[in-house]
Structure formats: C-alpha cells, structure tokens
C-alpha cells in the first residue's frame, strides 16, 4: 500500500475522531446558550433571598430557599455557577419569579461559566489535533512489525 493510501480502518478513526470533536463543540455550543439564556429568564423577572446549600456533589450543588410566595423551592438541577459552597452554607441566590427554578448564586453569571467551556473546547481542540499523529504512529509500527515478520 503506498503511503498516500490510508486503510479503511484508518479513515474509519479519523472520522470516528471528528464526529466526536464534533459532537463534542455542539454540545459545548449548547451549554453556552442555555447558560445565557438561564441568565435572560432569571434577568427578566430577578428576585433575590438567601438559600441553603443541602448537598454538594461534583455535578451539582443542591439548595433550598422560600420563594416571594412563601414556597420552599428545591431546583432539581441545582444552583448556577456554585463556586466554592459546602453543605450547610447560607448565601444570597437570584433567581427568576416566573421560574424558581432557574437560580444562581447573585452576582453570578454565565461569564462565570465560561471559563469551564473555554478549557474544555480547548482540550478538546488538543486532542483532535493529536489524535491524527497517534494514529499514524501506531499504523506506522504495525507497518514496521509486519515488514519484519513478512
């Protein structure tokens, strides 16, 4: 096979490598817009209390807080932009009276959030760009190895 030919196995990696970039820098693009948009809906109608941090994980930080009518509200995805808090904290939220449960912490916004995308595009970015040399590398000594058998 000439070098200018790639196998059918290769090709098949390189795009397998670029539908999960892509997919990837979709799902990124996605997070980006509905951090923004959270920020519009809690902007438009903002109210603020104090809440309660009642569990932290490393996918969300659960709270509570009373709304303006009185409700003890629960946001099932959590708090935005949660930063630093632990189980027990009591901090100022802002969140949307048409949607309680869209919350941030106050002063919090999806700026807050974008470094998080920005590394995770990027590395992202380093990996698809590597991922085309590894390949050639390992084709490569696969290539030496059956030379030397054959």
Same mark, same amino acid.
Do not use: K
């Given at each position: 096979?000439?070098?200018? /030919? @790639?196998?059918? *196995? /290769? ?13 990837? *820098?979709? &799902? ?6 509905? &951090?923004?948009?959270? #920020? /519009?809906?809690? #902007?438009?109608?903002? %109210?603020?209390?104090?809440? @309660? ?7 969300? @930080?659960?709270?509570?807080?009373? #709304?303006?009518?009185? !409700?003890? %509200? $629960?946001?099932?995805?959590?708090? !935005? ?20 449960? %869209?919350?941030?912490? *106050?002063? $919090? ?12 595009? *990027? ?13 050639? $590398?390992?084709? #490569?000594?696969?290539?030496? /190895?059956? $030379?030397?058998?054959?």
């Amino acid at each position: 096979m000439s070098p200018a /030919r @790639t196998s059918p *196995a /290769r090709r098949w990696l390189q795009r397998g490598v670029l539908t999960v970039t892509g997919a990837i *820098a979709i &799902m990124l693009l996605a997070l980006l817009a509905a &951090m923004y948009l959270n #920020d /519009r809906t809690i #902007d438009a109608d903002r %109210v603020r209390t104090t809440a @309660t941090v009642l569990a932290v994980s490393p996918l969300r @930080t659960g709270i509570e807080f009373v #709304d303006q009518n009185g !409700l003890t %509200v $629960r946001p099932s995805g959590g708090v !935005l932009y949660p930063g630093l808090l632990h189980v027990g904290q009591q901090f100022v939220v802002e969140y949307s009276a048409a949607h309680p449960e %869209v919350v941030r912490v *106050a002063g $919090r916004t999806a700026a807050n959030g974008l470094l998080m995308v920005l590394f995770a595009a *990027a590395g992202t970015a380093l990996v698809a760009a590597a991922a085309p040399m590894l390949l050639r $590398r390992s084709a #490569d000594r696969v290539g030496r /190895r059956v $030379r030397a058998v054959g």
